[in-house]
Nanobody, 127 residues
């Protein structure tokens, strides 16, 4: 079992920055790929970024160049640095843990491949 707790969300003006954190406890953190998803009101949950156990990151086209995923295995924490925020980035952001088997199968852009989820943190970007 893995428990995930997100933090760092809040209200920011367009063009601003936030850094989300996701602290993991339970089973070995470094055994999982870690992903970030987001869900805006009335929309499906969508993939934002994923990072492998070794630290390689993949980002959705909508955030590429603005968001950066990273992890610190010593702290059991994954981060999402969000710069140049836009109003359309407003959503609840979730972190999730995926087995390395599913990750290397390429099943990281859909939420179905993830085993554990945090409770989410709200990010609101004002125009």
């Amino acid at each position: 079992q893995v428990q995930l707790v997100e933090s760092g969300g809040g209200l920011v003006q367009a063009g601003g920055s936030l850094r989300l954190s996701c602290a993991a406890s339970g089973r070995t953190f470094s055994s999982y790929a870690m992903g970030w998803f987001r869900q805006a009101p009335g929309k499906e949950r969508e993939f934002v970024a994923v990072i492998s156990a070794s630290g390689g990151g993949t980002h959705a086209d909508s955030v590429k160049g603005r968001f950066t995923i990273s992890r610190d295995n010593a702290k059991n924490t994954v981060y999402l640095q969000m710069n140049s925020l836009k109003p359309e980035d407003t959503a609840v952001y979730y972190c999730a843990a995926e087995s390395l088997l599913e990750y290397y199968r390429g099943n990281y852009r859909t939420d179905q491949g993830y085993d554990y989820w945090g409770q989410g943190t709200q990010v609101t970007v004002s125009s």
